[in-house]
């Protein structure tokens, strides 16, 4: 047995940074500046890592912006020459050079025509692979976090990561991201050639670049702010609506309705809110710019029509001048709507790689010991645990359960029982001590070892949509049907099955494949019956059944525990007289350890409970 030191993960990094930097920093709107930087970093190391393996079509996209935007930028230079070199010489009856500028026109217009459209394509394509692979990591990071993450990390959060935020992401690569590109290429080139043809006049465009410049920082700094709280406001929403009808029988059943219609109107309310301070700081920003670039034009002018007057500038070049400069302000304003866009995607970014940065905290081990056919012999070895940073709820426990013996785990609630539980099947690891299978340590057995070994059927007995055979078959999908009927003979429900109107083929969440609460548990024992683990960990379920239910399903149990390790969290008196030996649990700790007939007679805890028991069958 190895050290359980060992065994933590991330043991030399501050729970508190890591937790800082991750997913657990969702709802905060604002950061403090080491942690902004680090979600930052993180951000656009998740980008890099995407955007690495595709340099290829990158820079193919890059070449075909280039050559777009040269094709667009060379508009103006023609008209230059038009005016000041080729309509003189018509004037000299001389019509070629007017007729070499007309074509090379039509030319730069064509070519920045195909190359802009060829850009589109081949940058969506790149973007299109890359949200595929970013969908693609966040389900398998999500599928493979621990326990632990998804009962902290509510439902609507991962739903939130995976629609809107992929949502914020896909906009942006969409429409804007190849936008911005553009738009910033033009920007340069405009500028480039402004100074080229008149540099006075590219002083002036530098000179209105200043207010441009400080109307931008403040627009990003606002803006920024309020599309976290946006993000954060849509997320709880999302966290809102998923629970309302996820619960919606306890939300009906104690007529939650209004108080949860209040609340979701309240949230619906700040929602709003934040988007409408977004558009407010939008409505700013866009006339601030135009207004900008409009005195720029007209002082671009007033100096230009001087010059011209004066003889130093021709009257094209003047023309050239106003061009560029009323062009170099469109990119601005597209580029200051495609930040909406960019801020929201950088927020979802921020979002999306703080989940795939949280590491499971039941790790798999680097070195698995090899586990191939367990016998079932369990110890938990002087464990304490406690959730996280929480109170101890397992106060040094040892407990061996020797192969084949059925195990039943009884107590107030709260005691500990469903612990104990995860304990036993790894969804947590002990804070202290450790457990072992057949004397290997559960963290050092592969994932695949771990859950042959180990299955745990949970009181909900979760049926995923699909036949009912898909059902049974989940653990080893490619069991024969054969093998399928006989794991649902075993536990007595294939004559149910059979009674269904497609058989093992019907849908259990269509019509007609709807199935009882006694019935589900049937199947999910045909489940476990048939991934035949070693070690079988089963939360009964509290619902009761009627007698003859309750008979089917106990002896489809008997079936399901013979001849394995099983530990039993028993809500029923006929569960626990099946089994070889009763625990009691009581604030993390066994206080009654024995058979069941023996404890009864003892008049401790479990006989109160047996005497209890029996007189409400009576
Ligand atoms: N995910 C969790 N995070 C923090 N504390 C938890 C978590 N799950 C359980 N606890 C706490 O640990 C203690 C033991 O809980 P546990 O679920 O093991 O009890 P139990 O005996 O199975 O109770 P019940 O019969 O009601 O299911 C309780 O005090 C509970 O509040």
Redesign the pocket.
Known sequence: MTAPADHRPDADRPAARRRATTAAADDATTLDADTSRAVRTRSLGLLGELLRPRWRPLAWAGLLVVVSTAGQVAGPLLVQAAIDTAVPALVADDALPLVAVGGAYLLAAALGGVCAGAYVRAASRVAQSVLLELRRRVFRHTQRLSL?FH??YTSGRVISRQTSDLEALRELFDGGLTGVVSSLMLMVFTGAALFWVDWRSGLVLLCALLPAWVLTRWFQRRSQLYYREQRTASARLIVKFVETMTGMRAVQAFRREPASEAEYAHLGEEYRDANLRIFGVNGRYQPGLVLIGNVTVAVALALGGWRVVEGTLDVGALVAVLLYVKRFFQPIQQLGMFYNALQSAVAALEKVSGLLAEEPTVAEPRHPVPLPAARGDVHLHDVTFR??E??V?LPDLDLHLPAGQTVALL????????????LVTRFYDPSQGAVTLDGVDLRDLSTTDLRRAVVMVTQEAYLFSGSVRENIALGRPDATDAEVEAAARAVGVHDFVTSLPDGYATDVNKRGGRVSAGQRQLISFARAFLADPAVLVLDEATSSLDVPGERLVQEGLRTLLADRTALV?AHRLSTVEIADRVLV?EH?RVVEDGAPAELAAAGGRYAALHAAWRDSIA
């Open positions: 632990e009962e902290s959730y996280g929480g109170p709820v107590g107030t609630t709260g005691a500990g029982k469903s612990t104990v539980a995860k969290i649990m993390g």
